[in-house]
């Protein structure tokens, strides 16, 4: 089980880097130090800060080595400098701050060789591992978004998802009430956020069976729903006026189309394909018009986890399995969501699809810790967000890699946000003709 454990974080840390790569060496230096947009931090310090979170953990925490570079730990601070400001450090330049993370995954490899993999919660189940081939994939997931900021031609490439989506697939479907297991105690390399299990129960409701796509979306949009203060939270609605928002962050209106600025390419919005670059505002107001609600997070994860027939709760929509690419759309295989409907064989015990990958799913429900939360190994990742001021997002999107997600990974943003790969589905509260008698089949 250690050595099975060993080769899982090793090929965990692999493909991460593989990707920081590959998202790093398909543009110049030039590109790399420039700020694409205030919102997001050059390309060359996320590629630094990777490498120095790793030395910080698995080096010095773990390994009990020597520090590398530690003159260069308050420059990589995430919660020293803010993004806006991180142009003007004393970054790393592209060549030092690549070999710098090569160094640092040299000596981490001999580290995780000889590193027992138990007693210590750090390293028992190599959870720090694989918490840092976490970290780096979801900076990796960081700067593809920052790829879809920058102007100019299109850096990166990639096969079109598979499929055209099912189109017969019912609207939404009932989950019933009753308790099921959230979050979990189990999994090893899961975030302090997602633990511990704990019992939730819920009433029963419908969701939707696949996101709402750009087609649903651009009849809210025609039918006025950005001019109506009706379908919007004040604040939402003033966000709308003070920037003139009028659509998903890189829309536009040309000729009589809508088309959309997509990593370098303009192309026509697909009707069929789960919606992209919402704010939590504009689901919110979305599910308003459409006279529906956005889940809550235990909704969400209820139809995405409970398997009734068992009454239990699983790793996944599809079962414990990791995901493979017949289940999801993951780890920037593609460069867009697939067509609503696609992955049968990602589908939960419910008949809901694409749950996992494709687009994050904005909920209603705040970042709030589960009942007996104890942050670790450090108070900033999670506890420090706790609070009304951010919304929790599930399922990742196409740009998450697969050891950053699973049925209880919790996401969370502020609400105005939209550069991030986000969507949503709606649901609503089950009609009392819907609910079926106590002990019967749903």
Known sequence: MTEDLRLRALEALIAARARTETLTDCVDDHELTAQ???LMSPLVWDLAHIGNQEEQWLLRTVGGRAALRPEIDSVYDAFEHPRAARPSLPLLAPAEARGYASDVRGRVLDILDTTALEGDPLVDAAFAFGMIAQHEQQHDETMLITHQLRGGPAALTAPEPPG????DLPADVLVPGGPFTMG???E???????RPAHQRTLAAF????????CGAY???IEDGGYRDPRWWAPEGFEQLTQHAITAPLF????GGQWLRRRFGVTEPVPADEPVLHVSWYEADAYARWAGRRLPTEAEWEKAARHDPAADRSRRFPWGDADPTPVHANLGQRHLRPAAAGSYPDGESAYGVRQLIGDVWEWTSSDFLPYPGFVAFPYREYSEVFFGPAHKVLRGGSFGVGTVAVRGTFRNWDLPVRRQIFAGFRTARDAAPQEVPPRGGAA
Request: no cysteine; net charge negative; glycine share 4%.
């Open 36 to 38: 694409h947009s205030p």
């Open 206 to 213: 419908r969701i939707d069976t696949t996101p709402v796509t």
């Open 184 to 186: 979990t105690s189990a």
């Open 251 to 254: 829309w536009r209106r040309e």
């Open 164 to 167: 055209d989506g099912d189109r």
């Open 218 to 220: 651009l009849a809210f």
């Open 188 to 194: 090893p390399w899961a975030l302090d956020n997602e």
